[in-house]
């Protein structure tokens, strides 16, 4: 297996086909797997992911073709070559004038919360196997802010700053501390709908 190459720090969609093509689930864990393991091949996939070997190599060719991942050693021997991922992360317009872009880049923000809370859930139905101190140390809170867009965006900012300080141990598992394991951190951030009434707010367990 070839060494793993430096990835970019983000691959930008703003091609409607490239945003529709990369909010298939299949596709989305194929690229989170290759940043977290790769280069891996198509079989490789398909022992992890649990997809067939066809169904991962089709997938992987799409990615492709979207500049999402790239075969990692073209020229090497063997007929089945390994990919790897091309960048960390994957950034798409939070705002378009253009109707197509808008709508795809929606559909793909949808489609990536429905992943997150559809693992979140999986993990809840199993957090008692952990022991006493990751339970108590995995977060499930909210908060309700009144912020100006600006406000907002300087938050965010500042969040990224804190979480990256703790990001080159996804690619480098030799910084990563006795005792870490992989903890998917979700930062969302939404405008409430003026319709929305009393939810409730604030719960901590």
């Avoid at 050693?73 to 990919?83: A, H, L, V």
């Amino acid at each position: 297996m070839p060494e793993k190459k430096p990835m970019r720090p983000h691959v930008e969609l703003t091609d409607p086909r490239a945003l529709r093509a990369y909010a298939h689930p299949t596709r989305m864990a194929l690229a989170g797997l290759l940043r977290r393991e790769g280069p891996l091949t198509a079989t490789r996939a398909a022992e992890l992911t649990g997809e067939s070997v066809a169904s991962c190599s089709y997938h992987l060719r799409v990615l492709a073709k979207y500049g999402l991942v790239e075969e990692a050693d073209p020229d090497g021997p063997g007929r089945e070559k390994p990919w790897r991922a091309t960048a960390q992360y994957t950034n798409w317009p939070g705002y378009s004038e253009d109707p197509a872009v808008a709508e795809a880049a929606d559909a793909l923000t949808l489609a990536i919360a429905e992943n997150h809370f559809a693992r979140l859930t999986r993990a809840l139905e199993s957090r008692r196997e952990l022991s006493r101190e990751w339970q108590e140390a995995e977060r499930f809170t909210d908060v309700t802010l009144y912020l100006t867009p600006q406000e907002l965006t300087d938050l965010g900012e500042r969040m990224d700053a804190l979480v990256a300080e703790y990001a080159d141990r996804g690619t480098d598992p030799s910084l990563r501390p006795e005792g870490s394991r992989r903890v998917p951190y979700l930062q969302i951030a939404y405008v409430a709908s003026e319709s929305e009434g009393k939810a409730p707010e604030g719960e901590r367990p």
